[in-house]
């Protein structure tokens, strides 16, 4: 297309020859196609010729003046390429590809240094350091209960062979206190997602607690130092407080803490509840993964308190859940339920029950 451009830009008699000859060569394929006898130049004896030489023809006009011009013409290889160029001017056809004004040459002089360009994207700091150890601990400095001494367990260790995972660690010494970035490459994660087995296969509360012997990950999860990941990402990112923003808390029991969330991405209030304490064997977490595998299976009811999701972080087990804007606290414990509350409390307990059978008598049917 530059091309096109600066032809255009060219001598202006020569471009005018140019169209001439062109017009010219127009009529004469068209006239040869009505008269089938070829049509010559400088031919007087045809019949044709001679009935077009006894009037002042514009044609033999156009025929002298293309024959000048032939003669400064380069070549007829060009012939074919001038037409195509030409005739688009012709026919008034507009050029979309080459916008008017805007020859990218203009002002651009290859000589010139110091043209600015944008710069390079920053690289990490990738310091060559020390391949995590099985016994290493690691301080999540983003954690949401981070005191500067918590213990803070990374990821499962790796579950097939740590040769080929990149895992980098890059220590940076904190006046006062000791703190490790650790930065695991974005595949490792995703393989570890894709062969780390989810922790719970069946929901025991959904199928016979016979079927829960078999365990198609038996292998896989001897190769695991954890159960189940300890810290949700590897990035170091907290899921509790990227995915939410917390609010308030709104309640406290003997096992965890309930805050009030605002989900970041939805835009809706939630209940988050977590574990006050960490859950550092297999055992402690598997109990309590019962909550939420019963809230699962219950599924939505009116009277049930609604279950979104759950994971472990920090070693602690987060329960998104439906916010309510009532609860039988402990706390009100102090106050006397009227009877309509105890009716109404009630009677939500005998629908949770009825909810309960039929999911079960569903299941075994
Ligand atoms: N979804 C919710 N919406 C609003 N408040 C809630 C919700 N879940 C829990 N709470 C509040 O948090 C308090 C503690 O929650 P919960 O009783 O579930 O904790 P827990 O430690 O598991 O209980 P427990 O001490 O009985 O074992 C509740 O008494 C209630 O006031």
């Given at each position: 297309?530059?091309?096109?451009?600066?032809?255009?830009?060219?001598?202006?008699?020569?471009?005018?020859?140019?169209?001439?000859?062109?017009?010219?060569?127009?009529l004469q394929v068209q006239l040869g196609q009505i008269s089938?006898?070829?049509f010559?130049?400088?031919?007087?004896?045809?019949?044709t010729?001679?009935?077009?030489?006894?009037?002042?023809?514009?044609?033999?006009?156009?025929?002298?003046?293309?024959?000048?011009?032939?003669?400064?013409?380069?070549?007829?290889?060009?012939?074919?390429?001038?037409?195509?160029?030409?005739?688009?001017?012709?026919?008034?056809?507009?050029?979309?590809?080459?916008?008017?004004?805007?020859?990218?040459?203009?002002?651009?002089?290859?000589?010139?240094?110091?043209?600015?360009?944008?710069?390079?994207?920053?690289?990490?700091?990738?310091?060559?350091?020390?391949?995590?150890?099985?016994?290493?601990?690691?301080?999540?400095?983003?954690?949401?209960?981070?005191?500067?001494?918590?213990?803070?367990?990374?990821?499962?260790?790796?579950?097939?062979?740590?040769?080929?995972?990149?895992?980098?660690?890059?220590?940076?010494?904190?006046?006062?206190?000791?703190?490790?970035?650790?930065?695991?490459?974005?595949?490792?994660?995703?393989?570890?997602?894709?062969?780390?087995?989810?922790?719970?296969?069946?929901?025991?509360?959904?199928?016979?607690?016979?079927?829960?012997?078999?365990?198609?990950?038996?292998?896989?999860?001897?190769?695991?130092?954890?159960?189940?990941?300890?810290?949700?990402?590897?990035?170091?990112?907290?899921?509790?407080?990227?995915?939410?923003?917390?609010?308030?808390?709104?309640?406290?029991?003997?096992?965890?803490?309930?805050?009030?969330?605002?989900?970041?991405?939805?835009?809706?209030?939630?209940?988050?509840?977590?574990?006050?304490?960490?859950?550092?064997?297999?055992?402690?977490?598997?109990?309590?993964?019962?909550?939420?595998?019963?809230?699962?299976?219950?599924?939505?009811?009116?009277?049930?308190?609604?279950?979104?999701?759950?994971?472990?972080?920090?070693?602690?087990?987060?329960?998104?859940?439906?916010?309510?804007?009532?609860?039988?606290?402990?706390?009100?414990?102090?106050?006397?339920?009227?009877?309509?509350?105890?009716?109404?409390?009630?009677?939500?307990?005998?629908?949770?029950?009825?909810?309960?059978?039929?999911?079960?008598?569903?299941?075994?049917?």
């Amino acid at each position: 297309m530059k091309r096109k451009t600066l032809k255009r830009s060219g001598n202006g008699k020569r471009r005018s020859r140019e169209m001439e000859g062109t017009l010219a060569r127009r009529l004469q394929v068209q006239l040869g196609q009505i008269s089938v006898a070829p049509f010559h130049h400088h031919q007087t004896s045809s019949s044709t010729s001679s009935s077009l030489s006894n009037a002042p023809s514009l044609f033999q006009k156009l025929l002298e003046q293309e024959a000048a011009a032939e003669a400064n013409l380069p070549s007829d290889a060009d012939a074919d390429e001038k037409d195509f160029i030409l005739s688009q001017d012709f026919f008034c056809t507009p050029d979309y590809i080459t916008p008017d004004n805007q020859n990218l040459l203009n002002g651009f002089d290859c000589n010139k240094e110091n043209i600015p360009c944008p710069k390079s994207p920053d690289k990490l700091n990738t310091v060559r350091s020390k391949r995590r150890r099985p016994d290493s601990i690691l301080v999540n400095p983003l954690s949401p209960s981070f005191s500067g001494h918590q213990q803070v367990v990374e990821l499962a260790n790796d579950t097939f062979g740590t040769d080929t995972d990149e895992v980098k660690l890059e220590k940076a010494a904190v006046p006062g206190t000791q703190k490790i970035h650790n930065y695991v490459s974005q595949s490792a994660v995703a393989l570890r997602c894709r062969v780390m087995p989810p922790p719970c296969i069946k929901n025991p509360y959904l199928m016979g607690n016979s079927e829960m012997d078999l365990d198609p990950f038996g292998n896989q999860r001897s190769k695991c130092a954890g159960f189940f990941p300890a810290l949700i990402g590897g990035d170091g990112l907290s899921r509790y407080h990227t995915d939410f923003h917390e609010i308030k808390q709104i309640g406290m029991g003997n096992f965890s803490c309930v805050f009030k969330v605002l989900k970041r991405i939805d835009g809706c209030l939630y209940a988050v509840k977590h574990s006050t304490r960490q859950l550092h064997q297999d055992a402690e977490r598997r109990k309590a993964l019962m909550e939420v595998q019963a809230l699962a299976a219950l599924g939505s009811h009116e009277n049930i308190v609604g279950y979104y999701s759950s994971w472990f972080e920090n070693e602690q087990l987060y329960i998104q859940m439906e916010l309510c804007d009532q609860s039988l606290s402990i706390s009100r414990s102090s106050q006397l339920f009227t009877e309509g509350e105890v009716l109404q409390v009630l009677h939500q307990v005998m629908f949770f029950l009825e909810h309960f059978v039929y999911s079960q008598l569903k299941l075994l049917s």
